[in-house]
């Protein structure tokens, strides 16, 4: 089974944990379009991912921010449900601050952007040109009103929010 996982070419990968006592301990899935492997038990390095993939995975690994995935794929992207997500968290726990309702709409509406651009089969030819627009509308929304609403870090990682494959399931 990681064999097949390890030759996908779209790869969506997560890990959680949980304590057993005082020891922490993580399941990681490895899903893709047909099949999900789980690794139960194990610990959250990136040792447990290369044991899994290998040092260099050739398709698009779809994942969190955690850092462990940075190198590991030839074209990455990040999860925008975990941005979406956090971006939420942080409009509900400051209701009082508008900015923060405005970032999350503005979000939003750009991801909605962003899947209407990969769901146009006419921008094939300009999607390199698409891809920067985007990653330039998210620099500039990630960092309204002098606050850091995203770490530098994580600015860093805005090119990796549009990789979207354009792989379909067909079941």
Same mark, same amino acid.
């Given at each position: 089974? &990681? +064999?097949?996982?390890?030759?996908?070419?779209?790869?969506?990968?997560? +890990?959680?944990?949980?304590?057993? %006592?005082?020891?922490?301990?993580?399941?990681?899935?490895? %899903?893709?379009?047909? #099949?999900?492997?789980?690794?139960?038990?194990?610990?959250?390095?990136?040792?447990?991912?290369?044991?899994?993939?290998?040092?260099?995975?050739? %398709?698009?690994?779809?994942?969190? @921010?955690?850092?462990?995935? @940075?190198?590991?794929?030839?074209?990455? !992207?990040?999860?925008? &449900?975990?941005?979406?997500?956090?971006?939420?968290?942080?409009?509900?726990?400051?209701?009082?601050?508008?900015?923060?309702?405005?970032?999350?709409?503005?979000?939003?509406?750009?991801?909605?952007? &962003?899947?209407?651009?990969?769901?146009?089969?006419?921008?094939?030819?300009?999607?390199?040109?698409?891809?920067? #627009?985007? !990653? !330039?509308?998210?620099?500039?929304?990630?960092?309204?009103?002098? #606050?850091?609403?995203?770490?530098?870090?994580?600015?860093?990682?805005?090119?990796?929010?549009?990789?979207?494959?354009?792989?379909?399931?067909?079941?």
């Amino acid at each position: 089974m &990681a +064999e097949l996982i390890a030759a996908a070419s779209l790869l969506y990968v997560d +890990e959680t944990g949980w304590k057993k %006592g005082k020891k922490s301990c993580y399941t990681w899935v490895f %899903g893709t379009i047909a #099949e999900v492997y789980y690794c139960c038990g194990v610990g959250r390095g990136k040792d447990i991912l290369t044991k899994t993939l290998g040092e260099h995975f050739a %398709g698009i690994g779809v994942t969190d @921010d955690y850092t462990c995935y @940075d190198s590991i794929f030839s074209q990455h !992207q990040l999860c925008w &449900a975990h941005f979406l997500r956090k971006a939420a968290e942080l409009m509900l726990r400051n209701p009082t601050v508008k900015a923060y309702q405005r970032f999350y709409i503005r979000l939003l509406l750009l991801y909605r952007l &962003a899947k209407r651009y990969q769901n146009d089969a006419r921008l094939t030819v300009s999607r390199a040109a698409k891809v920067r #627009e985007l !990653q !330039q509308k998210t620099l500039k929304l990630c960092t309204r009103c002098r #606050e850091e609403i995203v770490t530098e870090k994580q600015a860093e990682k805005v090119t990796v929010y549009f990789v979207f494959s354009s792989l379909r399931a067909t079941m």
